[in-house]
Nanobody
Framework: QVQFVESGGGLVQPGGSLTLSCAVSSNFFEGSIMGWYRQAPGKQRESVATIRSGGSSQVTNSVKGRFTISRDNAKRTLYLQMNSLVPEDTAVYYC???????WGQGTQVTVSS
């Protein structure tokens, strides 16, 4: 059973930055397409960014130029660097494979002054 453990969330002011990390328990990580998702209150979970095993990545339009996804295959860890945060980025952030497996607990990101 694969486990995803997200960390790095918190409360940040608009314009601030956070870096999220996700530790993955299985060897499947190295060859898998991975992604960050988020779910805001009252909204459906959405994909934010994806990255292939070789490092090519893409992000959704609403975070383009502000968020960067990266991965360390040796550490089985996925990252999401988030800059220029806005209140609309407030959500619980999850990492998972593409397509997703069982969900972890996520990490809360709150952008507020």
């Amino acid at each position: 059973q694969v486990q995803f453990v997200e960390s790095g969330g918190g409360l940040v002011q608009p314009g601030g930055s956070l870096t999220l990390s996700c530790a993955v328990s299985s060897n499947f990580f190295e060859g898998s397409i991975m992604g960050w998702y988020r779910q805001a209150p009252g909204k459906q979970r959405e994909s934010v960014a994806t990255i292939r095993s070789g490092g090519s990545s893409q992000v959704t339009n609403s975070v383009k130029g502000r968020f960067t996804i990266s991965r360390d295959n040796a550490k089985r860890t996925l990252y999401l660097q988030m800059n220029s945060l806005v209140p609309e980025d407030t959500a619980v952030y999850y990492c998972n494979a593409i397509p997703p497996l069982e969900w972890g607990q996520g990490t809360q990101v709150t952008v507020s002054s």
